[in-house]
């Protein structure tokens, strides 16, 4: 079956520290990957997406990831955290139809 | 900027009533999407619609039904509202194709009681 795993519910980190939040997909075919940020009482806003091609994306806010199709892995980084990278972020992914499969998410927490 | 607009932010309804949330977006995007967000459980897909008048069911529809009449727009209906459907929910939108990635409106948050 077809499924994301994000490891680890809460991160903590200072702020100026790395960010980095896991993600992991079982899928047979070759997927369309996404993560999204919720701050608190809002929707998902699209962060970045990896479709074909070079497989380290850039997104919004200074994050990246980078897909590593051995590791079937789409991890979630940016070298310094802000007091306002505080939120929850979703890993996700889509092969081809019309559903996209959301990860449990994983809330970030920045200590100053 | 490209918008997806939920009616209400907050609603609370009793059990047994027929509640409508109402999502329009403004982006000629063919698909429209409701889901549910629940604590520990992420995002979980009710129902999608990918033209006008067409429908599909995801993962949990039970006590739901949607409506799509024009493009703009994706009505979710809980037909005899219960506790248990007390949650935020999450409408969103996308182009024809799997690789755009969706644009999320801000949620309603639905208390049942």
């Known amino acids: 079956a077809q499924s994301v795993t994000q490891l680890g519910s809460h991160v903590s980190v200072s702020e100026g520290a790395l960010v980095l939040l896991r993600c992991n997909y079982s899928s047979s075919v070759p997927p369309y990957l996404f993560w999204y940020v919720q701050y608190p009482n809002q929707g998902l806003q699209l962060l970045l997406k990896?479709?074909?091609?070079?497989?380290l994306v850039k997104g919004i806010n200074g994050f990246e990831a980078e897909f590593k199709k051995s590791e079937t892995s789409f991890h979630l980084t940016k070298p310094s955290a802000h007091m306002s990278d505080a939120a929850e972020y979703f890993c996700?992914?889509?092969?081809?139809?019309?559903?996209?499969?959301f990860g449990a998410g994983t809330r970030l927490f920045v200590k100053a | 900027d490209v918008k997806v607009t939920q009616s209400s932010r907050y609603l609370v309804k009793r059990t047994g009533e027929k509640v409508f949330l109402e999502c329009v977006q403004d982006m000629d995007h063919e698909n429209m999407f409701w889901y549910r967000q629940d604590p520990g459980l992420g995002l979980r897909l009710i129902y999608f619609?990918?033209?006008?008048?067409?429908?599909e069911k995801g993962d949990i529809p039970e006590g739901y039904s949607v409506s799509r009449e024009k493009k703009e727009r994706f009505s979710l209906i809980l037909e005899s509202a219960s506790t248990n459907q007390t949650s935020m929910y999450l409408c969103?939108?996308?182009?024809?194709?799997?690789?755009?990635?969706?644009?999320f409106g801000s949620g309603t948050r639905l208390t049942v009681v």
């Open positions: 990896y479709t074909t091609g070079a497989t």
């Open positions: 996700a992914f889509n092969t081809g139809g019309f559903k996209t499969i």
């Open positions: 619609s990918y033209d006008v008048k067409m429908k």
């Open positions: 969103a939108s996308s182009p024809q194709g799997a690789g755009y990635g969706y644009t």
